[in-house]
Nanobody
Framework: QVPMVESGGGLAQAGGSLRLSCTGSGLRLGDYAMAWFRQVPDKGGREGVAGISWHGGNKAYADSVEGRFKVSKDNTKNTLYLQMDNLEPADTGIYFC??????????????????????WGQGTQVTVSS
């Protein structure tokens, strides 16, 4: 059973918006530090995009999305969100949600998060056309 399922990806034009959702299945997302990562075409690995602490009070963003993306979660729906506005073609990629440490935070730069998040969804494709 996949512990989390992402949805909301698709095709958008530059300047447009998409909202991604990540719903827990057998995992209570509100107990964990959560983050969104993306895998960009022609680049190896996954890069941290946005993260939120287990209690939701601390959020962090990659420089490339600061001011355009917003991470949030609704514990009553066991769902993590990523609101993406003013999309750019460089935002194209596969977006994954991931759970980190129980009772944890997304501390340090997003480039350092990958080793601290061990539970992953299956990903959702986002394509932004120019």
């Amino acid at each position: 059973q996949v512990p989390m399922v992402e949805s909301g990806g698709g095709l958008a034009q530059a300047g447009g918006s998409l909202r991604l959702s990540c719903t827990g299945s057998g995992l209570r997302l509100g107990d964990y530090a959560m983050a969104w990562f993306r895998q960009v075409p022609d680049k190896g690995g996954r890069e941290g995009v946005a993260g939120i602490s287990w209690h939701g009070g601390n959020k962090a963003y990659a420089d490339s999305v600061e001011g355009r993306f917003k991470v949030s979660k609704d514990n009553t729906k066991n769902t993590l969100y990523l609101q993406m506005d003013n999309l750019e073609p460089a935002d194209t990629g596969i977006y994954f949600c991931a759970a980190g440490e129980q009772g944890g935070y997304c501390s340090g730069p997003p480039s350092s998060w990958i080793t601290r998040f061990g539970t992953w969804g299956q990903g959702t494709q986002v394509t932004v056309s120019s």
